[in-house]
């Protein structure tokens, strides 16, 4: 494989939550047989090493971290191939479907995926613990113990097994 062939896991992330499902997906992307680069979306540099960037956020209050955003904006993205996840819903499901997903998908993440041509934009459960910041406190306290980390991590394997198989590498059907 050479340099150019790379692949870029990049993610937005306050308390962490959302690195570590970009983690989940660097590890399956390697199983495949992947060169991987996971890294917060601040950290990235020069894309020239890359084939194809798999980029997250977190969202607050339905919008993506301002990082995550900045990236996904860079002109180069539309020469590679590019897959999006955004992390967030915790707890029950409230509201009709529409309308959640709406907080937890931000339209303009689509519209933007949209605009470059990224194969999706998925989304995947968050994860809220009493650690830190007052809104995070009150929301992790008002919610069952089990309903805190939505993280499906076999949906995100598969996930990123498929993108695996899309990038056509050689062991993308490895669990
Ligand atoms: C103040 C606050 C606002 C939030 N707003 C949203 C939201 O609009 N949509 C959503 O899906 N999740 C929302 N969440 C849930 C977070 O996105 C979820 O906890 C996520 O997993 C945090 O990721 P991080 O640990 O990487 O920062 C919110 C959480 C907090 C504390």
Redesign the pocket.
Known sequence: MTDSERVLVA?G???????EIARVIGDALRVAGLSVDVRAAGKVGSLDAYRAVVLGS??????W?RDALRLLRRPELGQLEVWLF?????GEEKGDHAEVDR??RPPKVSHLAEEIGAHEHVGFG???AEDA?F??KR?ARGMAPELRDL?DWPRIEAWARSIAAALGAESSTAS
């Open positions: 993610y992330s306050k308390y962490g939550s959302t690195a977190a969202v607050y209050a339905g919008r971290r955004s992390s967030g819903p915790v907080w937890t968050g994860m809220v910041g809104m995070r929301m993280r």
